[in-house]
């Protein structure tokens, strides 16, 4: 503690945002863990692994969109975090989504049924509010200057092209990730991780400017709540439909390396 506050308020707040980000990747860790071993029932175990996985998600996205803001003139920084957070995920959310285009796309291919990813998508869905509510609160506790309560319910539009050119950004991005998920499946796990975290973060560089590249109906939902009750129609277009239509382009690979092979 003492060595943090030696530092200068800029650094202090950064690593106070990137302790609570990994904070919230433990505490999440203790409860799947608790989950696993205490959920029998299939529906109960898919919904609060779902959930929690999307909160997850959601809380250190808005940290490290926070961070992107405190560091503009060095997009390299926020890059790497974005790399590094890619790779945090993808170890410890294993057997889920954290996004409602992956359980449509494997609804699609038959790897859920219609009932399970109804829940998967309730989970998902109601996770990204409570996690937009939680960061509000945890915010407004003001642990850093830029922690303040009213910055997670003011709508900031990041939207910075005209309507067709932010649906074709969202699409074409949620497309070359969920390609890239199913056709990566039979890469060594260690380096597919690598090789997914590679290409969110390109995605990011790629049309962050433009639409935020967030290409996940969830994430877009606790992000920019206050900008979907001012603006619904775009923003429903934009970061919901746009990506659900980048998942609809048929896709053809091999029973023995559909992703439902590595669902719980």
């Not at 869905?125 to 910055?151: D, I, M, P």
């Not at 979907?228 to 919901?240: G, K, L, M, S, T």
Request: aromatic share 10%.
């Amino acid at each position: 503690m003492s060595a943090l506050l030696g530092l200068r308020p800029e650094l202090q707040d950064t690593c106070t945002s990137l302790g609570l980000m990994l904070s919230v990747v433990l505490l999440v860790g203790l409860a799947r863990v608790v989950a696993q071993q205490q959920l029998h029932r299939p529906v109960a175990h898919a919904f609060v692994l779902e959930f929690l996985a999307t909160f997850q998600l959601c809380c250190c996205t808005h940290e490290l969109q926070l961070l992107s803001e405190q560091h503009p003139a060095h997009p390299t920084w926020t890059l790497t975090l974005v790399y590094f957070f890619s790779l945090v995920h993808g170890l410890t959310l294993v057997g889920t989504f954290s996004n409602p285009c992956g359980v449509m796309m494997q609804m699609m291919l038959g790897g859920l049924s219609p009932e399970t990813g109804a829940v998967r998508l309730l989970a998902q869905l109601v996770s990204a509010l409570c996690s937009r509510y939680c960061t509000g609160a945890l915010w407004s506790l003001g642990l850093t200057q830029y922690h303040v309560s009213e910055r997670s319910f003011a709508c900031k539009n990041p939207i910075q092209v005209d309507l067709s050119k932010a649906v074709i950004t969202e699409a074409v991005c949620s497309f070359l990730f969920h390609s890239a998920l199913l056709h990566f499946q039979e890469v060594r796990a260690k380096l597919r991780i690598h090789l997914l975290a590679a290409l969110i973060t390109l995605l990011v560089y790629a049309g962050g400017s433009l639409t935020g590249a967030v290409f996940n109906p969830a994430l877009a939902l606790s992000l920019h709540f206050m900008c979907f009750d001012e603006a619904f129609p775009q923003f429903f277009i934009v970061y919901w439909l746009a990506p659900s239509l980048g998942v609809c382009i048929p896709e053809e690979i091999p029973e023995s390396t559909a992703l439902r092979d590595k669902l719980p």
